[in-house]
């Protein structure tokens, strides 16, 4: 048998035993499909067709005035008419931010030319936008023309309209990272655990290289990442996460860096962290934290200075460039240097952890 | 007597197995710091009403050919803390933001105010989204600059607990304190499920025939695992309200009112994993089984995920998961409320812990049926 065919048949193996173990398949397939849901859920729709802010108003004169006052804010706010006590206690109570009174003299305030209204706000100071929107209803008034509150026009750089799907792709890409890089760094320390068994010892005194052993354990963590990635992407995509809307080659760039970059980073982490428990224990944490600090789930345009320059450290920001980078910017160009950095991170990582895991045949 | 006594055997020998298991230590106390350390510091922007971004945003705008356009450029360029103005021809801004030179473009068309401005931006960036306030505020600002309005502000003093939030207690607090209660939340479940894995185990490993063998009874030990989980339930969240105040300041409020809803939050936590262990019996099954539930739970009550970026939809629909009634509570301790104060969420909790531990006690009794 030769050597090709024997690193063929261990990774295949690895395979084959990851695919019959309910639990593995629990954690790399089932548990991140129900947490993208979850996630496409919450983030659905979030462009799409904006609410308008909610307004209390308190209507004390009753004239035809404060009726066509409250039809010229009904275009700008989602109007709901209520008893001055009421609108005190929900301020009171925190409930809502904002209520405006209409007073008794109101309608004679607009006949003389200076319309007088009053408004009533929480402890947080009255939103500018809102106060503005008023004073514009009440304008209205005046000149009879009714007020036009229509929204900005959002588009990506590429000049299509925001609807929130990008945004629904980039949650769910940042779920599926942090489960790719959980399985592939608990698959590093199966090597470990085998010769913690003896059943690595007992490969190796029936005459395969420990070197074999080593690059099959590394193909079966490519392959795993790959397979993973790719039947998480095919579910999510099935149950209606829109990943083609840019086109094929975006996404596969991306996907490929990434699994790449993760499975680099988890034999690098397996040729230096020899117990299997220390290992399962950072697949418990540190995908998640490399995923928030590397902007997978916030936005990093929020965050402190030093920790955007700490995201470029982090191979998620990377791999969330990429994305971004192939689907709403310069297509593969923009996504050029991201995926270099990936796949660079990846070499390094395989090659650092090949030297461990040699090391450790030796002692 | 004689029960007592097993009953509190039992639970300091699941107490222990855990505080002697080094990894669910780390797992759980370490792993929760460094999250709320992470998002204290990162995403403190997006719960700060006077957010200002680190840098000035780059943002390249349509050069003015009218007062309006000229006007809104003015009163953009006059925030220098967040934008940067880069006046630019349509074209050139699309092309600056599509090359990364600047994080978004203005199109101010010649119809402004009348007509929308376009914003080119990132999808899902904060850049976006301040633009927007800043725009529109404008725009509506030109279109009433001449007006007579007489507009009066009066503020409501608030009632209650000191917060500006009432319903929505999450508003008002900072990234540490709001994620030193949500992530506490998150993992109280996962410790108190520890005690009925361990307890799931002792059937799979034999450990528990021999106890019934030397004479303790089924239901002392069905609860003596259902009490230990919510005695590492009190002593996790304990723990965690000490470290988080010591290392990130954060005020858990009113400690009679925090002991009293820690305990029925312990309870109910302890409640669900037992009925959990109540239909499943395998020990690995049943972790997998609470790792995802209890993952499930976290994101939906806003554990995980800020309630002020959950969709309302979902903020309403989940408001009655235990983990949200928790979450709520010590949210509102936090902003000064009293013991009293919380009757709604301790009612909550208690009858969801009754309802729970009463329903796994009788699942468990029937699947028990015909044991010696």
Same mark, same amino acid.
Not at chain 2, 269 to 286: E, H, P
């Given at each position: ?319 969330? *460039? ?38 450790? *045949?030796?002692? | 007597?004689?029960?007592?006594? +097993? ?61 309006? +356009?000229?006007? &809104? ?39 402004? %105010? ?8 990132? %999808? ?46 999450? &508003? ?159 949210? +509102? ?40």
């Amino acid at each position: 048998m030769s050597a090709l065919r024997r690193i063929r048949a261990m990774a295949g193996w690895a395979l084959l035993r990851t695919a019959r173990s309910s639990g593995d398949l629990f954690w790399i397939l089932v548990l991140p499909v129900l947490v993208s849901f979850l996630v496409a859920n919450m983030l659905g729709g979030s462009g799409q067709g904006k609410s308008m802010p909610e307004l209390m108003v308190v209507n004390e004169d009753q004239t035809a005035y404060a009726s066509a006052m409250i039809e010229a804010l009904s275009t700008g706010f989602d109007v709901q008419v209520v008893e001055r006590t009421a609108a005190e206690a929900e301020l009171a109570r925190g409930n809502a931010l904002l209520a405006l009174v209409l007073p008794a003299a109101f309608g004679e305030s607009v006949e003389a030319g200076r319309p007088q209204i009053e408004l009533l706000h929480g402890r947080s100071a009255v939103k500018r936008e809102a106060e503005a929107r008023i004073r514009l209803a009440a304008q209205s008034l005046m000149t009879g023309d009714s007020p036009v509150f229509s929204d900005l026009i959002h588009e990506t750089p590429r000049g299509n309209g925001v609807n929130g799907e990008f945004e629904q792709v980039r949650g769910v890409f940042g779920v599926i990272l942090v489960f790719c890089l959980t399985a592939l760094l608990i698959r590093g320390a199966v090597i470990h655990s085998e010769r913690e068994k003896g059943s690595l010892q007992r490969i190796i005194s029936c005459g395969v290289s420990y070197w074999e052993v080593v690059v099959a354990h590394v193909m079966s963590i490519l392959l795993i990442g790959l397979l993973q990635a790719a039947i998480l992407l095919t579910v999510t995509g099935i149950l209606g996460i829109p990943w083609l809307i840019e086109g094929l080659w975006p996404l596969i760039w991306t996907v490929l860096g990434s699994v790449f970059c993760s499975a680099g980073i988890a034999v690098g982490l397996a040729g230096f962290v020899r117990k299997p428990s220390a290992l399962q224990m950072l697949a418990g944490g540190l995908p998640s934290l490399l995923a928030m600090l590397g902007g997978a789930f916030f936005p990093l345009d929020v965050a402190p200075a030093a920790v955007q320059q700490l995201a470029r450290m982090n191979p998620f920001y990377w791999s969330m *460039e990429a994305l971004s980078g192939g689907m709403v910017y310069r297509g593969l160009a923009s996504q050029a240097v991201p995926l270099a950095l990936l796949f660079l991170v990846g070499v390094c990582g395989i090659v650092i952890g090949i030297q461990g895991l040699r090391r450790t *045949e030796l002692t | 007597m004689q029960a007592a006594r +097993q009953l509190i055997t039992i639970i300091s020998g699941l107490l222990m197995r855990l505080v002697r298991d080094g990894s669910a230590i780390v797992w759980l106390i370490m792993l929760p710091l460094l999250i709320i350390f992470v998002l204290g510091v990162t995403v403190q922007g997006l719960f700060s009403p006077d957010f200002t971004p680190a840098r000035p945003f780059r943002v390249a705008i349509t050069e003015a050919s009218s007062d309006a +356009q000229q006007h &809104l450029i003015r009163a953009l360029g006059s925030q220098e803390d967040f934008f940067e103005i880069i006046p630019v021809s349509d074209l050139d801004a699309r092309r600056m933001v599509l090359d990364r030179e600047v994080d978004a473009a203005v199109l101010v068309p010649n119809g402004y %105010p009348e007509e929308a401005p376009v914003v080119v931006s990132e %999808p899902g960036q904060a850049v976006g989204s301040i633009l927007e306030e800043f725009i529109q505020t404008e725009r509506w600002s030109i279109a009433a600059v001449d007006s007579a309005v007489e507009l009066a502000r009066m503020e409501v003093a608030s009632e209650g607990p000191n917060t500006d939030a009432g319903d929505s207690p999450w &508003l008002g607090l900072s990234a540490f304190e709001y994620y030193a209660v949500g992530l506490t939340v998150m993992f109280v479940m996962f410790a108190a499920h520890h005690a009925m894995v361990f307890t799931a185990g002792d059937r799979e490993s034999g450990a528990y025939a021999r106890v019934r063998a030397f004479g303790v009874k089924r239901e002392t030990y069905l609860l003596g695992g259902w009490a230990a989980a919510v005695a590492i339930g009190v002593a996790f969240i304990a723990v965690m309200a000490g470290l988080t105040r010591l290392l990130f300041g954060v005020a858990w409020g009113d400690w009679l009112g925090w002991l009293v809803l820690t305990a029925v939050t312990a309870a109910a936590m302890a409640s669900v994993s037992f009925l959990m262990s109540s239909v499943v019996a395998k020990s690995s099954t049943l972790e997998q089984l609470g790792s995802t539930v209890f993952m499930i739970m976290a994101m939906a009550s806003g554990s995980s995920i800020p309630l002020h970026v959950l969709p309302s939809w979902l903020k309403s629909a989940l408001a009655w998961l235990p983990s949200r009634v928790a979450l709520e509570g010590y949210f +509102q301790l936090s902003h000064g409320a009293h013991s009293r104060n919380l009757a709604p969420e301790l009612a909550a909790l208690g009858t969801t812990s009754l309802i729970l531990f009463t329903l796994g006690w009788l699942i468990s009794s029937v699947r028990a049926r015909g044991e010696a």
